[in-house]
């Protein structure tokens, strides 16, 4: 117990980084989800085919894999094109970084997916009745769409949110200190590593039940009217 409190700071200073990760992470994973699903359902054939492609690779590739190749291949991908620019010298991409562009571009996919059938779902007659009411685009989005979009994605998004924030554990592969990699390096020096992994378990449980909690208050106020009808 003592060598758990005397590494507490040190652990908790690898869980401030996780939250931020999947954070982070979870915004671009939505504003690819969005992107994607608005490309699935456009009317420009290239559109439908870059978000399918899209969503292709990433079930068919290992989340490991692609951040690796993030990771090292985007920043040697970033520092030819600086050489034959001449844009700039050299650029380092950071673990923290790699972390969230590989997660946000891994989770977008399945985002694309989750919002691209949540648009299916809103009834066309509800868009059309608004059109014929004379809503502008934003009004319409804002008043019908978007109410029921966050209604229908909600379920999935909360199973792609519970997953993305156990998939930031394998940034540390790649260096990033986060909750894992400080709780493993904790137990492997006071020769304890089931006690701190035991406290990293509990620690994912204890976020899972706030991001519940959270979600659950998401879903109250978006299914609100259905209760009141």
């Given amino acids: 117990m003592d060598a758990v409190l005397q590494f507490s700071p040190f652990v908790l200073s690898g869980l401030r980084i996780t939250v931020a990760l999947s954070l982070l992470s979870l915004l671009v ?25 899209y969503t292709t690779l990433v079930r068919g590739v290992p989340d490991l ?36 562009l590989a997660i946000g571009f891994i989770f977008g996919s399945y985002m694309t997916e989750t919002f691209r059938g949540a648009a299916l779902a809103i009834p066309r007659g509800q868009i059309e009745a608004g059109i014929a009411g004379g809503m502008s685009r934003s009004v319409l989005f804002r008043r019908i769409i978007w109410p029921q979009l966050v209604r229908y994605a909600l379920p999935s998004f909360t199973n792609i949110w519970l997953t993305l924030m156990k998939t930031t554990a394998l940034v540390s592969v790649i260096g990033l200190e986060d909750l894992v990699y400080n709780g493993y390096a904790a137990g492997k020096a006071t020769q304890m590593p089931f006690t701190f992994m035991f406290v990293v378990l509990m620690t994912y449980l204890v976020l899972t039940a706030i991001s519940d909690v959270g979600l659950r208050w998401l879903d109250r106020r978006y299914s609100a009217h259905l209760r009141k009808a």
Avoid: C, D, P
Avoid at 33 to 43: E, I, R
């Fill in 29 to 53: 994973a939505v504003t690819l989800g969005l992107l994607g699903a608005w490309a699935k359902l456009s009317s420009s054939r290239a559109a439908r085919r870059i978000a399918e492609f």
């Fill in 65 to 100: 894999v692609l951040m690796l190749l993030l990771y090292f291949g985007g920043q040697m991908a970033l520092n030819r094109i600086g050489a034959v620019t001449g844009l700039w010298r050299h650029w380092e991409l950071n673990a923290f970084t790699a972390g969230i």
